[in-house]
């Protein structure tokens, strides 16, 4: 069955730089939700996306935007990066109301050096 | 206080031992209720979602209690492969958002 399906897997980005992150939901998913996880932590929700229109935002960073486009594949944008953006970014994507759950993507680990 | 919470473990447990998790979440209105499984630097998957009367799934069994707002996670007969990390997911539904949203999670290691 189709998953979710993030890229890069790794991507290594010296300060400063920019990072530009992809997620491509299951099929009839019409809701992608972005999430950042450092070392030890839980998962903190930064954005989400329903019908192509910024659902929900969370803690995410002035510094990142984020979109999802007509085929419904979302990008997260990543500027100015900072060291303690080092961290795994998972995106998930479910039907709107998600009765029966959400479907991570392998993630992208991003370090910043 | 964090919205969903959860003892961090980690919780030591010999093969065949069964194991019990709590999660308490504070929003009165939350509908939906899942156990999420992560490995060491993989992505959360699907357990089980955890429905009002109770559920089992082979050897695990979760249930919810909305007066007390927790959810359970009961692992009957432990094997190796069921350390990871646990992570309690709530979301409010159609009143407030369907934003999944995160314990910590509990760790779980079972040994030989």
């Known amino acids: 069955a189709a998953g979710v399906i993030q890229s890069p897997r790794h991507l290594i980005k010296e300060k400063r730089e920019t990072a530009t992150l992809k997620c491509y939901p299951i099929?009839?998913?019409?809701?992608v939700y972005w999430y950042q996880q450092g070392p030890g932590q839980d998962p903190q929700f930064l954005i989400s996306?329903?019908?192509?229109?910024?659902?929900d935002k969370g803690s995410i960073p002035d510094r990142f935007s984020a979109q999802q486009f007509s085929d419904y594949h979302s990008e997260l944008n990543m500027s100015s990066l900072e060291l303690g953006d080092s961290a795994l970014y998972f995106c998930?994507?479910?039907?709107?109301?998600?009765?029966?759950?959400?479907?991570f993507g392998s993630g992208t680990r991003l370090t910043v050096v | 206080r964090k919205e969903v919470e959860q003892d961090p473990g980690p919780f030591n447990v010999p093969e065949g031992a069964t194991v019990a998790f709590n999660c308490t979440y504070s929003n009165s209105a939350s509908q939906s209720f899942f156990w999420y499984r992560q490995d060491c630097r993989k992505e959360p998957k699907l357990l089980m979602s955890v429905y009002s009367s109770g559920n089992e799934d082979g050897r695990f069994t979760a249930q919810l209690n909305r007066a007390s707002q927790y959810i359970s996670l009961l692992i009957r007969d432990s094997k190796l492969s069921d350390s990871a990390t646990y992570l309690c997911?709530?979301?409010?539904?159609?009143?407030?958002?369907?934003?999944?949203?995160f314990g910590r999670g509990t760790s779980l290691i079972v040994h030989p």
């Open positions: 998930a994507s479910s039907p709107r109301q998600a009765f029966y759950g959400y479907t």
């Open positions: 997911v709530v979301n409010i539904g159609p009143g407030g958002s369907y934003i999944p949203t």
């Open positions: 996306f329903y019908e192509k229109m910024q659902s």
């Open positions: 099929p009839r998913h019409d809701t």
